[in-house]
């Protein structure tokens, strides 16, 4: 490597990665406590690559924060002790001791209850206590009808909430960095990302990510058309329910209780952009908190969910 | 680096994906907006592209079918603008309040559609979205033809520099397909837009709805000789070379890992910077040799605009953020005055006067807008002269830095042209300027130094000079009490002087009313003077009204490393209305004064001011023996 090429006009990808890196550096050098939101999918994946290479040679200049809802796959968190050893960035992770507590879980108490306690207060108790004024997130504008409006760099009131109608507005690149007392930004830096470009950017750039995205037999029940793997032996099972092995993977990962597989044999990279291109539902659609009420998603966001 | 080719691949999958690869990171950029008027059917029209270009997906159709029931629908029982009108509020509504981004590719090319409202209160919206956008959709609804919004659009859009316009005529279904009322819109628009200087401008007759002339050409209108809008879309040609513009490199982090390696990360905004290159810093004019372009995948030989590196350079120079590196013999223009078009974005309008933050590239500076040349009617193009701006409005201004700064008339470079200016104290975005000229007068004006400095002046008097301001509202007490302060002072013989509202603008601020605009002026003048007073070793008591936070701030900037101290009496309005000293406020509530502070003006109390006095608990003696401990003490 080291040439760069004779034409001038960068490609879609390359232009999108110098825009997150230019991102990524503003708010390094704009805020105070910056922190950045790792949630072990592949977009935290794409997100922690641009990281690196925004600041190198420097070592990324701000932690990386994981809320630990205790219901994650258990691939995903050997993933993110791997990477944190391997590249050597500040991983603070955080769980909700009140949900501990009380033993909050997305069976007893819904999934829109556990969500709001184990992930949406669980992420807010984390950023105070951490007195961050910037939290930057792999959100996506493609992924969900209100992120399409959110800005890039996205006004927090000192509660943490969202204001869609009070939002500044973003000209050319110039973001508006300034806070005051209380107050925090959340950054979206793959924010003009899609699904697409970040499959094809992994392939190209050779991104490790967590292995549950490819087809493998895996233990699953089937609920209500949703697969759920079972991923321990907390999940409690139906009378006369037995796990079967089925070749699935993952387009989304979260809490596996709440994370849907889809039937599929792509077990490489190339067979997974192969299978997504000719497939026929968005991304989104395996998580079943979405689908609570109508409008879900912006509701969750004005509470201040990612 | 991005793998340009097929490494050694088993798979046949992966074979085949590394053809289609190439194609992918061969795929061209196009970003686009869509405009115009309420109800003209912008949602709907990125809907049926997105629908037609098939990348609505199975769940999210199934529940768009079931949201269209009892909607305005098409033929294929969908209403699209459900598909862009993300939020609640807005689907409430039934109009598009926020700029939306939107994604969506071909065989040919990638777009990024930024869809913006056409409600007039959100205009800003679409100039931001213009912003970020090289050709421009506007829409006009077939039935009404040109409005005041599409003619208030296609000012923003040649203010903010789209270049390439197409005028969708939609709803064309609505007037039987007549090649009649397109062609007459379509000559209203281009006489219209004659002065706005855009490069290209096609006329594409379309339903949204029923998809006329979107993805293939309508067979209900064979008189439409041109090509239909999406394969419009993927064939021009956009893009102006950045890569050959001179080079701007806005030092954006400082990359210090260790002692070994100090290089400066940032994105070329334009031009070409190479290894061996001689660069200058624009503000100091130091200049230096590059010696490695830096990045994680390996140096470079070279960098173009766009590229996100980080340059190592041969020399110590002192360089930070905020600075830019150009080549020697095309350097930015670098100046503390300049001459820019300013569409304001905020609810309160933009004073004369007032101290905001600028941010141009990555500088950020306080800065003022010294005069309001003009507004233009963004309806009529007229302009007209005005003393404040505005939401919505957009005027030529004349702006003041504190500091010189490094920027390009926007014509020539829309990166290191275009400003943003921020309230200092909410911190809001309040309004977008385009920089027209760099203004000289400036850098012939120098301050002249003598001997004779303020030390020398305040050892004579054998006093700290200092800056006493008072603030508060008319019959607070500020006054009486800056009265008892300068004859405790008079009669230990320090040297005082005290600045009144009232009697200031009896004399130098007579020419001042009291809109908001000119207690602005008020202010500045009087932060001037008192200034000067202390700079002559006095101990000056202002003592003013002084509503406004911004004014107070810069009250205190003028001052510099002058000592001030603001004190606030505060004392409550009932208070201060039931004393009433001068019978102003019983005018006032008789409404013989306008504009008067507490009762129609608003009187911003301070956040943190250095002392409070408690007017309505203590008399005047015993808070100015409060204060006057503060003083001495």
């Known amino acids: 490597m080291g040439q760069v090429t004779a034409q001038p006009q960068l490609s879609h990808l390359r232009l999108l990665e110098s825009e997150s890196i230019e991102i990524l550096r503003e708010v390094a050098a704009s805020f105070d406590r910056p922190v950045m939101m790792y949630s072990i999918g592949k977009d935290s994946s794409v997100l922690l690559h641009l990281a690196r290479k925004a600041f190198y040679p420097s070592k990324i200049p701000f932690p990386l924060l994981h809320i630990d809802t205790t219901w994650k796959f258990r691939e995903m968190i050997a993933f993110r002790d791997r990477m944190a050893e391997e590249y050597g960035f500040d991983l603070i992770t955080h769980t909700n001791p009140d949900g501990l507590r009380d033993n909050i879980n997305p069976f007893d108490h819904g999934s829109s209850r556990y969500t709001d306690i184990m992930k949406t207060a669980a992420l807010r108790q984390a950023l105070t206590a951490g007195k961050y004024d910037a939290a930057i997130g792999g959100a996506r504008r493609d992924e969900e009808k209100s992120r399409a409006k959110e800005r890039i760099f996205s006004h927090r009131n000192a509660s943490h909430a969202w204001d869609p109608k009070n939002q500044r507005p973003e000209l050319w690149r110039l973001f508006n960095t300034r806070l005051n007392p209380g107050e925090s930004m959340r950054v979206f830096p793959i924010s003009n990302w899609t699904e697409l470009d970040i499959w094809t950017y992994i392939y190209a750039e050779d991104i490790p990510i967590v292995p549950l995205y490819f087809a493998r037999p895996r233990p699953v029940v089937e609920r209500q058309g949703t697969l759920i793997m079972v991923d321990d032996d907390r999940l409690p099972l139906a009378k006369g329910e037995t796990p079967r092995e089925e070749m699935v993977r993952f387009r989304t990962l979260g809490c596996y209780p709440l994370t849907g597989a889809i039937r599929s044999d792509a077990a490489t990279l190339a067979e997974i952009i192969m299978e997504m291109q000719a497939s026929r539902t968005s991304e989104r659609q395996g998580r079943l908190i979405d689908s609570d009420q109508a409008g879900s998603m912006e509701k969750k966001k004005q509470e201040g969910y990612f | ?633």
């Open chain 2, 1 to 633: 680096m991005l793998r340009a080719t097929t490494p050694a691949l088993e798979a046949s999958a992966d074979t085949d994906i590394a053809l289609w690869l190439e194609q992918q990171t061969g795929k061209s950029l196009l970003r686009f907006l869509t405009c115009g008027s309420v109800d003209d059917g912008k949602s709907t029209l990125i809907g049926r592209l997105l629908y037609d270009s098939q990348l609505i997906l199975d769940d999210q159709l199934a529940s768009l079918r079931n949201e269209s029931r009892n909607r305005h629908v098409g033929e294929e029982g969908i209403d699209f603008s459900l598909l862009v009108d993300g939020l609640t509020a807005e689907r409430e509504q039934g109009i598009t309040i926020d700029v939306a981004y939107r994604f969506f590719s071909t065989d040919k090319r990638k777009f990024i559609v930024a869809d913006t409202p056409g409600h007039e209160q959100y205009t800003r919206n679409m100039a931001t979205g213009a912003s970020n956008s090289d050709l421009a959709l506007l829409l006009v609804d077939a039935r009404k033809g040109l409005l005041t919004q599409t003619r208030r659009h296609s000012f923003i859009l040649s203010l903010i520099g789209v270049k390439h316009i197409v005028l969708v005529v939609n709803k064309i279904d609505l007037v039987d397909y007549s090649q009649e009322v397109f062609e007459t819109i379509v000559s209203d628009y281009r006489a219209f837009a004659q002065e706005l200087g855009f490069k290209t401008l096609n006329a594409v007759p379309v339903s949204a709805l029923r998809g006329d002339n979107i993805v293939t050409r309508s067979e209900r209108m064979p008189w439409y000789k041109g090509e239909p809008l999406l394969p419009y879309l993927e064939a021009i040609e956009v893009s102006e070379d950045r890569a050959v513009q001179p080079l701007r490199f806005p030092v954006q982090w400082v990359n210090r890992p260790n002692l070994d390696f100090r290089g400066f990360s940032g994105t070329v905004a334009s031009g070409v910077v190479a290894v061996g290159d001689e660069v200058l810093v624009a503000a100091s004019r130091k200049p230096a040799v590059v010696r490695r372009v830096v990045t994680m995948d390996g140096d470079l030989d070279r960098a173009v605009a766009g590229q996100a590196v980080t340059l190592v350079l041969d020399r110590e120079v002192d360089i930070s953020r905020g600075d830019m590196l150009a080549h020697p013999g095309a350097v930015p223009e670098f100046s503390n005055q300049f001459q820019a078009r300013l569409i304001w974005m905020n609810d309160e309008p933009a004073y004369p006067g007032r101290s905001y933050l600028l941010k141009i590239g990555t500088q950020l500076v306080p800065a003022t807008i010294t005069g309001l040349k003009f507004r233009t009617n963004v309806n009529t193009l007229e302009k007209s002269a005005a003393k404040t701006l505005e939401l919505n409005e957009v005027g030529t201004v004349t702006v003041a830095t504190d500091k010189p700064i490094a920027f390009d008339p926007y014509t020539e470079n829309g990166l290191t042209g275009g400003f943003i200016l921020i309230d200092r104290i909410s911190n809001r975005t309040l309004g977008a300027g385009t920089i027209d000229f760099g203004l000289r007068r400036a850098q012939n004006l120098t301050y002249q130094t003598f001997d004779v400095n303020r030390q020398v002046r305040a050892q004579m008097k054998a006093q700290t000079p200092r800056i006493v301001w008072f603030t508060g509202l008319s019959g607070s007490g500020k006054s009486t009490i800056a009265n008892l302060i300068e004859k405790r002072l008079t009669a230990e013989g320090r040297h005082a002087y005290i600045l009144d509202g009232d009697n200031v603008r009896h004399g130098l601020n007579k020419d001042l009313g009291f809109t908001d605009t000119d207690r602005i002026e008020n202010i500045r003048r009087v932060a001037e003077v008192a200034k000067l007073m202390a700079d002559a070793g006095l101990i000056v008591l202002v003592s003013f009204i002084s509503p406004f936070r911004n004014e107070r701030r810069m009250a205190r900037e003028i001052a510099g490393d002058i000592d001030f101290l603001e004190v606030y009496v505060d004392t409550p309005l009932e208070v201060c209305e039931a004393r009433d000293p001068k019978g102003l406020y019983a005018k006032a509530r008789a409404g013989q004064i306008k504009n008067f502070t507490g009762i129609d003006s608003a009187f911003e109390p301070p956040e943190r001011a250095d002392v409070v006095l408690n007017g309505a608990e203590h008399d005047p003696v015993e808070l100015a023996d409060e204060l006057y401990g503060r003083l001495t003490g």
